[in-house]
RNA sequence: CGGGGCGUGGCGCAGCCUGGUAGCGCACCUGCUUUGGGAGCAGGGGGUCGGAGGUUCGAAUCCUCUCGCCCCGACCA
């Protein structure tokens, strides 16, 4: 590609209102355009690093046996209303001149599960794995980042379908191949974690994640440990307990309402304290969660624990039901306590409030002065133990997710087969997603400098930037000219530019779009015999090729032994 | 949905407080010079000041409403 006819804007100054830097780089390379919230043009350079991401995706879907489909984006309500996800809030809704409903689709589950349930009558045609990268629409409250959330985005989904369970595992184990070739193809630095299956049940599911500063999720890594805080479990750090009194004393504590206000008046460690969350379940009831002082509350595996959806609750449900907000403890009420498994077992007295104002309790022991039922409800933290390693956090983008269904689609839908004793069962789903543009976000977040962007090589834009030095009809152009034409024929993928500017803004420039490996030739070349090369990760100057008819064949093998 | 911020030429901003008919840098166009790290000189084009209403002799500026965008939080099949 010739860059003085390549639509390329690239700018000095970011974007006043981008805060991620692959916004702030996605727009200064002349990548991508915003239409409007959550809305986003891809021009072409960002477009082919779009697509180079999509033939991985394709050719790894491939290998495992996935058939490629496309299915409309707009979808008849109707079909929505049979899974119930009609009302989501993320769903845009359209009708059209007749009045009829319509959706746009944020998946495809219903769609594909709808073909499937006509197309598919015996297990003779199971095992299947479809997929297709189609646009979804989602009405997303705050699309943020640039690409990274948006309201219309490309998606890779895919949706296997198997006879039963044993068939679902193998399908899943394919696509766990097939992912995790595509984002080592990809060159991000990535985690397959454990997730939240959520209030949709389903029996297992992982999500792909790229550690990056933008990511809106955050990971639990250890040696050998990778899951999602949402669902991370691990060993806590030690806890300083208060001394073991035979029943628990009342302690004066004027004012102190929170865990640092309580363990300054008290001179004790806030992992000496229990920290109490009222909360009320869907279903009405209201229990005490309770956690160690220094912990906080993880709100998904609340949620598993309860078995139901939860709200917190008011500062007048806490009076009426337990005691005054700021002072309640779990000892001598009467509604249920779920203790976190941190708490359990501990030598030592703790310290709770003791449901009257200003007072507090210690000495508090588990089990004697309370009854409760255990469970695994905190959040992780830096330095909990896993296999005797610490984790650390890690903000990271969820770049890909892979979920078993089950039957929750094709019941509905009433996608069956007949088995081989002619028995009518349930085919069993699982779903599979990629964000390609997340790939493209991730991939620029990990691999940025203060230039710019350093592509991994297979989802650069181009693999080669030839810069020429020199203004029309010069020796050194001509000379350019030449060469760039031997690396076009050898197969090379090369943005040349031979655009009438200075050096220095075709120096900034590449470095700012990040092509893996820029060749360039001047006045100097033509003196030396030689072209200089620079690798663009760490702004390497590699040794110069010589300039002669064996030069685009040498750049070429010079590329190939880029990482 | 709660909180905060911002809308002035393609981009980044000043002007607003204290009303007087819009300016700077970059980019763009023409010419000449220049060509190894975002060049120089000269000339030039481009703005309903997000929108509507109001106050006023006069509104980018003051008032009311409204739309859009960004950030934090909530939410996120």
């Not at 060469?483 to 090369?494: K, N």
């Amino acid at each position: 590609m010739r860059m003085s006819q390549l639509l390329l804007p690239t700018e000095r100054e970011a974007p006043a209102d981008a805060q991620a830097l692959s916004h702030i780089l996605g727009v200064r390379a002349g990548l991508v355009r915003q239409l409007g919230a959550g809305l986003w043009t891809w021009l072409p350079a960002g477009l082919r690093v779009h697509q180079k991401i999509e033939a991985i995706i394709r050719e790894e879907m491939n290998a495992i046996g996935g058939q490629e489909l496309l299915m409309p984006l707009i979808q008849p309500r109707d079909l929505w209303k049979k899974t119930g996800r009609d009302q989501i809030d993320e769903i845009f809704s359209l009708s059209d001149r007749k009045g009829a409903e319509l959706v746009l689709a944020m998946t495809h589950e219903e769609a594909v599960t709808f073909h499937v349930s006509q197309l598919v009558r015996s297990y003779r045609d199971l095992p299947l794995i479809l997929y297709q990268l189609q646009l979804k629409g989602r009405d997303e409250p705050r699309p943020r980042a640039g690409v990274l959330r948006t309201r219309e985005f490309i998606m890779k989904d895919s949706y296997s379908f198997d006879r039963d369970e044993a068939g679902l595992e193998a399908s899943y184990a394919k696509h766990i191949e097939a992912y995790d070739r595509i984002f080592e193809r990809s060159g991000l630095e990535w985690y397959r974690v454990e997730s939240d299956v959520g209030v949709m049940g389903g029996s297992g599911a992982h999500e792909y994640m790229a550690p990056c500063p933008a990511g809106e999720n955050e990971v639990a890594l250890a040696p050998g440990y990778a899951a999602n805080v949402e669902v991370a479990s691990a060993e806590p750090s030690a806890a300083t307990l208060g001394d073991r009194l035979g029943e628990p004393a009342e302690v004066s504590t004027p004012g102190a309402k929170t865990i640092e206000q309580v363990s300054a008046a008290l001179e004790l460690d806030p992992t000496a304290l229990l920290k109490a969350f009222p909360v009320v379940t869907d279903s009405d009831k209201t229990v005490l969660a309770v956690v160690r002082g220094d912990h906080r509350v993880n709100e998904f595996k609340l949620r598993t624990a309860l078995g139901e959806g939860f709200r917190p609750a008011t500062d007048e449900e806490i009076s009426d039901q337990i005691g005054p907000p700021g002072f309640i403890g779990p000892v001598s009420i009467t509604i249920p306590v779920l203790l976190d498994d941190a708490v359990v077992g501990q030598e030592g007295g703790w310290v709770t409030g003791a449901n009257s104002r200003d007072l507090h309790l210690v000495g508090v022991e588990p089990g004697r002065d309370f009854e409760f039922e255990a469970a695994d409800i905190r959040s992780v933290e830096d330095g909990d133990v896993v296999d005797g390693a610490p984790i650390r956090l890690e903000a990271a983008i969820e770049v890909g997710n892979i979920f078993k269904l089950g039957t929750r689609y094709s019941e509905p839908l009433g996608a069956t087969f007949l088995d081989q004793d002619g028995m009518k069962q349930d085919i069993v789903m699982g779903s599979y997603g990629i964000g390609p543009a997340r790939i493209a976000a991730a991939a620029i977040e990990q691999n940025a400098d203060e230039k710019g962007i350093a592509w991994p090589k297979s989802i650069a834009p181009w693999q080669i930037e030839l810069v020429a030095l020199g203004k029309a009809g010069s020796p050194e152009l001509e000379a350019a000219e030449k060469l760039y034409g031997e690396l076009v024929a050898l197969g090379g993928d090369v943005l040349f530019d031979d655009r009438d500017a200075g050096p220095g803004e075709k120096f900034t420039d590449a470095e700012l779009l990040g092509c893996p490996l820029r060749i360039t030739l001047g006045k100097r070349s033509l003196e030396s015999g030689a072209l200089e090369v620079q690798a663009r990760r760490g702004l390497a100057e590699l040794d110069p090729i010589a300039l002669d008819e064996s030069s685009a064949a040498v750049i070429l093998e010079t590329l190939a032994q880029l990482p």
